[in-house]
């Protein structure tokens, strides 16, 4: 029977450094999100020489609040690129906002109140990168690393350095 390997978690942003996440590293799993694949061109399904590899994406915005962010997404390219993935689970808050994914195997929905549940106090969240640190801690990982992940001089709210800083945190002191 074979053991499971502890769950090392590469969460890669965009940002100065994001190009060293160990993508082909098959001891890591690396996480993208949102639109960042644009960043990315080379995404590929395994680990090939010259690609990069996500083990799993995630798209954490209510469908609502993105069609009145991308007035000039008129193409629709971000829905019509996720519906190109099959390299693992592709997490959405609510899968019914995405009708053109439902053909996707993969599409999950994103486990919020699990998510929530691991705080004391409830609800500290104000950007993808804090929701997926908090997600790896519930899904077990023993190593966490933020790769291309800028909290400042970026279009995020101010707080979202300060919620980055609480979940990495809260992840040092589980272990």
């Not at 969460?11 to 160990?22: D, K, M, Q, R, T």
């Not at 799993?56 to 962010?69: A, K, N, Q, S, V």
């Not at 909290?151 to 919620?163: D, F, G, K, L, W």
Request: include cysteine.
């Amino acid at each position: 029977m074979s053991q499971r390997k502890p769950l090392q978690v590469a969460i890669v942003a965009a940002g100065h450094g994001g190009h060293l996440a160990p993508f082909t590293n098959p001891h890591w799993e690396c996480w993208g999100f949102n639109t960042m694949w644009n960043m990315y061109p080379t995404i590929g399904p395994k680990s090939r020489e010259g690609r990069t590899r996500f083990a799993r994406w995630f798209e954490l915005h209510d469908r609502g609040y993105l069609t009145e962010e991308w007035r000039g997404d008129r193409d629709n390219s971000h829905a019509l690129w996720m519906r190109t993935w099959r390299d693992g689970p592709l997490y959405v808050q609510d899968p019914a906002q995405w009708p053109e994914l439902a053909v996707l195997k993969t599409l999950r929905r994103f486990p919020k109140e699990r998510v929530e549940k691991l705080s004391p106090h409830g609800w500290y969240h104000c950007c993808s990168i804090d929701w997926l640190i908090a997600f790896a801690i519930l899904e077990g990982a023993k190593v966490i690393a933020l790769y291309g992940v800028e909290q400042q001089h970026t279009a995020e709210p101010i707080s979202s350095r300060a919620c980055v800083e609480y979940w990495l945190g809260f992840a040092e002191a589980k272990g």
